[in-house]
């Protein structure tokens, strides 16, 4: 084992076990936002490129994938044998899946201090390690937490690298091969104080920037080159009525813009994007639909609507969206699916 580690030593230093989780490339509406904090080392991303988002294990010694069929998450696959997963200066692990080179099919990217490295999928495993910056890329945040994110804030169909600073916001570029230099997409401070968040929110294929405080939501939509000034998309409170709420974003209905979700204890509320605003909340479940190991929204049938995701230590359920609600629980696992190495989503609360 300690020879394993040494050879991947540039890719995946020995620390503690957490991570971060985004979303694969058909569903970029998420990024930061596609999942709650849990150590539940389950991961949403199309990593086959069907369409469908696969359901993923990070373990300290390799990556396991059960591909969606539409109905099930099918038999364990090894997609890496080795440990793959980055860490910052804390010790806190790093592993995220997202397109980065716009094939269609989600990679693996372990994010160190040294740099990020990229692991990329062929549909049935992910390949060799491969250096996509040669130097730390991370941000601090408002709470002095660090974060990168990855989305396609660009609409070049690739996930850039994304970082929130209390000064602003930097993008380095996907060109396919590596990530690009810095560039400033904003000139002063934009975060949240319930979370920071990046999803296609107008239906342009640009990875929007959106901010969560508890007097509304703030978006600055992406111009390829930039983020455009603020945008107030709501100005009331309603997500502060329970503290312990959590917020998505994620295409619910299929327009190819990325809705609001907030999750309570008693129920899903939806808010859906008109591309100018949030629109008024709709109930889409009538009870509490959250997972003890984590609860998320991907679209793991391929018919362009996220659904809603439950993962407990029994197994994986499902709630597919109809467009209008989430529909009746389906067992997509018989057995218990998670892993070691879990997720630590954005700071959204």
């Not at 793959?84 to 990679?107: L, Q, T």
């Not at 690009?180 to 920071?196: K, L």
């Not at 968040?197 to 920037?209: C, E, I, N, P, R």
């Amino acid at each position: 084992m300690n020879n394993i580690r040494a050879n991947l030593m540039k890719a995946v230093p020995l620390f503690a076990v957490l991570a971060l989780v985004i979303a694969p490339a058909a569903a970029f509406a998420q990024s930061a936002a596609g999942c709650s904090p849990s150590n539940s080392g389950v991961y949403f991303a199309d990593v086959t490129g069907d369409g469908k988002v696969d359901a993923i294990v990070v373990n300290k010694t390799g990556i396991i994938v059960r591909r969606s069929d539409g109905t099930q998450f099918l038999e364990n696959e090894v997609w890496s044998n080795v440990p793959f997963y980055g860490s910052d200066p804390s010790g806190n692990a790093y592993v995220f899946f997202a397109d980065v080179d716009g094939d269609g099919r989600a990679d693996a990217i372990a994010v160190n201090p040294n740099g990020i490295t990229v692991r990329r999928s062929d549909g049935k495993r992910f390949r060799e390690n491969e250096d996509w910056t040669r130097e730390g890329y991370f941000g601090v945040d408002q709470f002095g937490r660090l974060n990168v994110h990855f989305a396609d804030a660009t609409g070049g169909h690739k996930a850039d690298a994304i970082v929130v600073n209390k000064d602003g916001v930097t993008v380095r570029r996907s060109d396919g091969g590596k990530f690009r230099r810095n560039e400033r997409w904003t000139n002063e401070p934009y975060y949240g104080e319930r979370g920071t968040y990046f999803a296609d929110v107008d239906g342009d294929g640009k990875a929007d920037a959106i901010v969560v405080n508890r007097n509304g939501i703030t978006v600055r939509r992406s111009d390829g080159t930039r983020f455009l000034p603020n945008e107030t998309w709501t100005n009331e409170g309603y997500h502060r009525e329970r503290t312990s709420s959590r917020y998505y974003f994620a295409d619910v209905d299929g327009d190819g813009r990325a809705d609001l979700i907030i999750v309570g204890p008693d129920g899903i509320i939806v808010r859906l994007s008109d591309g100018t605003q949030f629109g008024p909340p709709m109930r889409w479940t009538r009870r509490a639909f959250i997972g003890g190991l984590g609860t998320y929204f991907f679209d793991v049938d391929g018919d362009g609507k996220a659904d809603a995701i439950a993962v407990n230590t029994n197994g994986v359920t499902v709630r597919r969206s109809n467009g209008t609600e989430f529909t009746r629980n389906e067992a997509w696992t018989v057995n218990p699916f998670f892993g070691e190495i879990g997720p630590i989503c954005s700071s959204g609360r």
